[in-house]
């Protein structure tokens, strides 16, 4: 009965661990947007620095496009749960860069979602044309 005891004490510590991770959410690896574009995200350094790959799926010349490089930082305060971070893409296809900023969160069935918001910078002739250079 010892034996038995210990082990449902050991099997529910194991899944009370579980269920305490899955509200961790974590931005290293493979994610994918709505609209097809997706990214991925090396590990964090313990400066919170991090690099990665955007490929986007909405561009101007769709033909051209090519996957980009990131730079990013995630903010260590509170690393544990649902941490906020901010990143730079530099468009390998275009004269632009685009920063995000954001939080990464666990929804309520446990899915690991990024919201973010974005502002996009692109290369004009002269300063007349400073209003249309950012989205």
């Known amino acids: 009965?010892?034996?038995?005891?210990?082990?449902?004490?050991?099997?529910?510590?194991?899944?009370?661990?579980?269920?305490?991770?899955?509200k961790r959410c974590n931005l290293i690896g493979y994610w994918k947007n709505d609209l097809g574009s997706n990214m991925t995200i090396s590990p964090v350094d313990e400066k919170g620095i991090f690099?990665?790959?955007?490929?986007?799926?909405?561009?101007?010349?769709?033909?051209?496009?090519?996957?980009?490089p990131l730079?990013?930082?995630?903010?260590?305060k509170n690393p544990v749960d649902q941490p906020t971070f901010g990143f730079t893409v530099n468009w390998s296809f275009s004269d632009s860069i685009t920063v995000f900023t954001g939080q990464c969160f666990v929804?309520?069935?446990?899915?690991?979602?990024?919201?973010?918001?974005?502002?996009?910078?692109?290369?004009?002739?002269d300063i007349e044309n400073d209003w249309?250079?950012?989205r």
């Open 1 to 22: 009965m010892v034996q038995a005891t210990l082990f449902l004490l050991l099997v529910s510590l194991a899944l009370g661990a579980h269920s305490l991770s899955a």
């Open 51 to 68: 690099t990665g790959l955007y490929n986007t799926s909405v561009a101007g010349n769709p033909s051209k496009i090519q996957p980009s």
């Open 71 to 76: 730079l990013g930082f995630q903010n260590l």
């Open 107 to 125: 929804d309520k069935n446990g899915k690991e979602v990024l919201k973010t918001m974005w502002l996009l910078r692109s290369r004009v002739d």
């Open 132 to 134: 249309k250079a950012t």
